[in-house]
């Protein structure tokens, strides 16, 4: 096998290249690699200095993932930087692209960085619920402070170029066209300065202030994960003990990390992530159709929500809706959002300006025949949906991908009201649609595959995770909800409460329980909207105008800054229906809460993979991470299930007489 490294020689300076597409990952082949042209390098009497550079769209992004959990082959990456590091010749570091973890660590090795400056740095192993395992926690303070080797390793966001030459860790930027041959002209300015200058025989002087700011500061984002402190306590040793020291114990820390589970669950949605994009049964080759103009229907907050998604990715909207009044209402809210993401410093006033220039409000139906892909956002009403894909039928060009924002209902019947249902899907985007990650693409039993895979394709370019689903009710997230929300309701009858149940679900590490769930969507959300009717709990809340945050109440009573106090009006209409019910109340386990809210869902997931519904298990991970905040750290409700073990699981759903589904009971879930 060929080396993915090799060197040219320009005059007395090596330049050493890795060609490992497509992210120049750190793998074995690699590390030997270099290690073998920096030892020539240092070997050959006629070179004085080296440039370390890579091919491809990027310098280094990191060690190699999937070689994570097998033996390490040598030289370990910590091996290879501190020889690096070693290296009796200078030795810069020449970066495009991401620099990133392990690729970071080589970079912060090196004597010198110069950098193009659109390149970024950082150390984002905290995402994979690790830390820089390769001297990364004991160089970047020596370099760049006590406060910026917190910031970049325990919170992992890569910083770009400039702010990497104010913090010392680039020492120039070069022209974008031109690195290799500006990293060429910096060596041979440096090559004779001595002493090389070394990271790891700096000194940091310890900052407390710092560390216990950035500790408060953080603290509700780092809730629950493991590796944001496993990073701080890293950077605080490097002020307290030589490097040698320092990275002895940063490599035991990364051991306990590896070894976790959280680190192997966050592992698993990076891969699941990029799996998700990939739809098993159409060639990745398959020609698009091309997308320059989008249609949405409905100008309310999910249709605005959806339309921002292609204004910020630069393609031209139409938005229709049926009066004037709402039409206004939903582009000035879109200009506002747009405005209040530039008051806080996150856009340009001019790429406001271009994005509401992209947007073309009307009340002319007919403007959508000049979109390649139309968007329906009006309420869940199956007779609305299907009058308004008739009338796209007879308006739009051939080839017009229609699409429905529908969250539960039947994509199929709606693609029949049409005569080409081959280029109908769904598109359910979650809300608030320009915010949330995930996007399920529902693929109906005739559309057909080039409309699956533009809108795979498209999903990527607006920044969105998207997961294929069938068809079936609730498609893969809600579907899921619906056990949950059926359980907790169970739960009341019998003794819980909303407080209980939703503490038990935030001590898992969601964002919110159920009943605070339903409190921001509203209680009416679904609501027969007859307040003589009232069959249960939600509707006894929704007669009464406890519709939740938006009416100060629902499941709990809210005062003027939306925080919430348990509600003994609520405590009432609960011990109301108990009563009329004539259920036994008794206490209820915060372990009976989880066996029966969450593992419901993972039996309701292996359903849904049994019915082919999903692609595969790791799907409906990245859906309920994506879709509905499940804690990043426990991989998913399929991945947490293998963790817990399926046998528990099962064990569970059997004690409290669960059907429980066939691949679950085998452990035959892929
Ligand atoms: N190891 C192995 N494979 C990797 C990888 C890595 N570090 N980084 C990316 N890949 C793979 C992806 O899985 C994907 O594979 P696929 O095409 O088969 O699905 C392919 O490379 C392309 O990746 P993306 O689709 O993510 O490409 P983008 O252009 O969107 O993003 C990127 C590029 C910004 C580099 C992004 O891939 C990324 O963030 N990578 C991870 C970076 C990272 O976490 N590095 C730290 C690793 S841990 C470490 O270094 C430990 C050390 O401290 C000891």
């Given at each position: 096998m060929t080396s993915p490294i090799r060197t040219e020689r320009h005059g007395d300076v090596l330049v050493i290249i890795s060609d490992n597409p497509p992210v120049n990952a750190l793998g074995a082949a690699v590390r030997q690699g270099l290690e073998a042209a920096v030892k020539d390098g240092v070997q050959d009497a006629s070179i004085e200095a080296m440039v370390i550079r890579c091919d491809g769209r990027t310098f280094f992004a990191g060690a190699d993932i999937t070689e994570f959990g097998k033996p390490m082959q040598e030289p370990g990456l910590p091996t290879l930087v501190d020889m690096i590091e070693a290296s009796s010749k200078p030795i810069v570091a020449a970066i495009h692209g991401t620099a990133l973890g392990g690729g970071c660590e080589v970079a912060l090795a090196c004597h010198y960085r110069v950098a193009v400056a659109s390149a970024k740095l950082g150390t984002p192993e905290v995402k994979l619920g690790l830390l820089p395992g390769a001297g990364g926690t004991q160089r970047l303070p020596r370099i760049a402070g006590v406060r910026m080797a917190l910031e970049m390793t325990a919170k992992g966001d890569p910083i770009p170029a400039k702010k990497a030459v104010e913090a010392g860790l680039i020492d120039k930027i070069v022209g974008e066209d031109s690195l290799e041959a500006d990293a060429i002209a910096f060596a041979g300015e440096i090559k004779a300065k001595r002493p090389i200058p070394r990271a790891s025989e700096r000194e940091v002087q310890p900052d407390p202030e710092a560390v216990e700011a950035f500790k408060k500061e953080n603290g509700r984002r780092f809730r629950g994960f493991e590796a944001p402190a496993a990073n701080i306590a890293c950077v605080v040793k490097a002020t307290e003990v030589p490097y040698t020291e320092g990275v002895q114990f940063e490599r035991q820390e990364f051991m306990k990390l590896?070894?976790?589970?959280?680190?192997?669950?966050?592992?698993?949605?990076?891969?699941?992530?990029?799996?998700?994009?990939?739809?098993?049964?159409?060639?990745?080759?398959?020609q698009l159709r091309p997308i320059k103009r989008v249609g949405v229907i409905g100008a309310g907050t999910m249709g605005g929500g959806i339309s921002m998604n292609f204004l910020s990715a630069g393609i031209p909207v139409t938005i229709v809706e049926m009066a004037q009044e709402a039409l206004d209402r939903g582009a000035g809210t879109i200009r506002k959002n747009y405005e209040a993401t530039a008051a806080k410093g996150r856009m340009k006033?001019?790429?406001?300006?271009?994005?509401?220039?992209?947007?073309?409000?009307?009340?002319?139906?007919?403007?959508?025949?000049?979109?390649?892909?139309?968007?329906?956002?009006?309420?869940?009403?199956?007779?609305?949906?299907?009058?308004?894909?008739?009338?796209?039928?007879?308006?739009?060009?051939?080839?017009?991908?229609?699409?429905?924002?529908?969250?539960?209902?039947?994509?199929?019947?709606?693609?029949?009201?049409?005569?080409?249902?081959?280029?109908?899907?769904?598109?359910?985007?979650?809300?608030?649609?320009?915010?949330?990650?995930?996007?399920?693409?529902?693929?109906?039993?005739?559309?057909?595959?080039?409309?699956?895979?533009?809108?795979?394709?498209?999903?990527?370019?607006?920044?969105?995770?998207?997961?294929?689903?069938?068809?079936?009710?609730?498609?893969?997230?809600?579907?899921?909800?619906?056990?949950?929300?059926?359980?907790?309701?169970?739960?009341?009858?019998?003794?819980?409460?909303?407080?209980?149940?939703?503490?038990?679900?935030?001590?898992?590490?969601?964002?919110?329980?159920?009943?605070?769930?339903?409190?921001?969507?509203?209680?009416?959300?679904?609501?027969?909207?007859?307040?003589?009717?009232?069959?249960?709990?939600?509707?006894?809340?929704?007669?009464?105008?406890?519709?939740?945050?938006?009416?100060q109440a629902g499941f709990y009573d809210y005062d003027e800054k939306r925080q919430p106090t348990p509600s003994p009006r609520v405590a009432e209409i609960i011990e109301d229906f108990r009563k009329k019910s004539g259920s036994t109340v008794r206490e209820i386990s915060d372990e009976e809460i989880v066996?029966?809210?969450?593992?419901?869902?993972?039996?309701?997931?292996?359903?849904?993979?049994?019915?082919?519904?999903?692609?595969?298990?790791?799907?409906?991970?990245?859906?309920?991470?994506?879709?509905?905040?499940?804690p990043v750290y426990r991989g998913g409700p399929m991945f947490w299930a293998k963790t817990e073990g399926y046998e528990k699981v099962v064990a569970g759903l059997d004690k409290h007489g669960f059907k429980v589904a066939q691949s679950l009971r085998n452990g035959a879930i892929k």
């Open positions: 590896m070894m976790g589970t959280q680190s192997a669950a966050q592992r698993h949605i990076f891969f699941a992530e990029r799996q998700a994009a990939k739809i098993d049964d159409v060639p990745a080759d398959i006033p001019e790429q406001v300006e271009a994005a509401m220039g992209a947007l073309t409000p009307t009340l002319d139906f007919d403007a959508l025949a000049e979109c390649d892909l139309i968007i329906e956002a009006v309420y869940e009403s199956m007779e609305v949906k299907k009058e308004i894909f008739t009338r796209l039928d007879a308006i739009c060009k051939p080839g017009a991908i229609l699409a429905s924002n529908t969250s539960y209902l039947d994509i199929d019947e709606i693609a029949a009201s049409t005569k080409r249902p081959q280029d109908v899907v769904g598109m359910h985007f979650f809300s608030p649609a320009n915010v949330m990650k995930l996007l399920e693409v529902v693929r109906g039993a005739k559309t057909a595959p080039d409309v699956l895979a533009t809108v795979m394709d498209l999903a990527k370019k607006i920044k969105k995770v998207a997961v294929v689903a069938g068809v079936t009710y609730g498609f893969i997230g809600n579907r899921m909800l619906m056990p949950r929300q059926v359980e907790a309701n169970k739960l009341l009858m019998e003794g819980a409460t909303p407080e209980q149940i939703d503490r038990v679900h935030v001590a898992f590490g969601m964002p919110m329980g159920p009943f605070q769930m339903s409190d921001l969507a509203g209680v009416d959300i679904g609501w027969h909207r007859d307040p003589t009717r009232i069959e249960n709990i939600r509707d006894a809340l929704a007669a009464e105008g406890r519709w939740g945050q938006k009416k066996e029966r809210t969450l593992y419901p869902m993972v039996n309701e997931g292996a359903l849904i993979l049994e019915e082919g519904k999903a692609q595969r298990a790791s799907d409906v991970d990245v859906v309920w991470i994506y879709g509905y905040g499940w």
